[in-house]
C-alpha cells in the first residue's frame, strides 16, 4: 500500500532563513511525487513534481525539491523563506502501478516569522 | 484559461437532507477525483472517474455517496441523508487525458465547504 509521512505538523522559520519541510513514502514501485501548497479556504495548488531524472527538482515561487530513492524522501526547500510562504504544505505520491489516484500526507504547516 | 470550478462554495445542510456537489474540469480534462478533507487533516481520495465511467471508487463509503461525471455537463458527488460527520471540505481535481497521464499533475479546484447542522 502506498503511504506519505509529513514527520512535522509545523515548522518555523524567520524570513530571509533557508526551509526545509520534510515528507518520506512508501510505495511498491517507482513513485510520482508532488508537493502543494494551501492557503486558508482554497484550494492546492502544484508546486512541483518528481517523474523521472534529475533527483533535485525545481518548482514554482522558489521552491525545490531533492528526490533521495535511498532514504525513501522528497523534501521541500527553499534557501530564502518570506512571510507569503506561511500556509499548509502537502506531499503526495502516485505509483502508477495501482492507479491514478494521489496519496497524501497529513500536511506541514509552516510560519515564516518576519 | 478557467481553472476547476467548483460549487457552491459553501452548502449547509440540515442532517437527513441531500447535498449535490458540483466539479467542472479544466477545459479538455477528462480525468476527475474527488478527495475530502476534514478540519486539520489532508485530502483523502474518494472517487476517480473519467467521462461516464467510474473508474476508482475505493475511497467512497459505501452507502448515501455516490458519483458521476456525465458525457455533458459537471461531475456530480451526491451525499444522501446527510450527518454531522459529513461536514468537511470537498475537492474536485482534474488531469488531463493520455497515455502518460499517471506522471500529469491534479489541478484541483477551490473546494465546498459542506456543513452539516
Known amino acids: 500500500a502506498q503511504s506519505v509521512a509529513q514527520p512535522e505538523d509545523q515548522v518555523n522559520v524567520a524570513e530571509g532563513n533557508p526551509l526545509t519541510v520534510k515528507c518520506t513514502y512508501s510505495v511498491s514501485g517507482n513513485p510520482y511525487l508532488f508537493w502543494y501548497v494551501q492557503y486558508p479556504n482554497r484550494g492546492l495548488q502544484f508546486l512541483l513534481k518528481?517523474?523521472?531524472?534529475?533527483?533535485l527538482v525545481k518548482g514554482s515561487y522558489g521552491f525545490e525539491a531533492e528526490f533521495n530513492k535511498s532514504q525513501t524522501s522528497f523534501h521541500l526547500k527553499k534557501p530564502s523563506a518570506l512571510v507569503s510562504d506561511s500556509a499548509l504544505y502537502f506531499c503526495a505520491v502516485r505509483d502508477p502501478i495501482y492507479g491514478q489516484n494521489f496519496v497524501f500526507g497529513p500536511g506541514t504547516r509552516l510560519s515564516v516569522l518576519p | 484559461n478557467a481553472g476547476v470550478m467548483q460549487n457552491p462554495r459553501h452548502l449547509v445542510r440540515r442532517r437527513g437532507q441531500e447535498a449535490r456537489l458540483r466539479c467542472s474540469p479544466v477545459k479538455g480534462h477528462s480525468h476527475v477525483y474527488w478527495y475530502r478533507q476534514l478540519p486539520e487533516e489532508g485530502l483523502k481520495f474518494m472517487v476517480y472517474l473519467q467521462k461516464e465511467n467510474i473508474i476508482d471508487e475505493s475511497g467512497m463509503p459505501k452507502e448515501r455517496f455516490s458519483a458521476e461525471f456525465p458525457k455533458e455537463g459537471p461531475s456530480i458527488l451526491r451525499i444522501q441523508q446527510v450527518v454531522r460527520g459529513d461536514s468537511a471540505a470537498y475537492f474536485c481535481a482534474s488531469s488531463p487525458a493520455s497515455g502518460g497521464s499517471s506522471s500529469y499533475e491534479q489541478y484541483f479546484g477551490p473546494g465546498t465547504r459542506l456543513t452539516v447542522t
Open positions: 518528481y517523474i523521472t531524472g534529475d533527483n
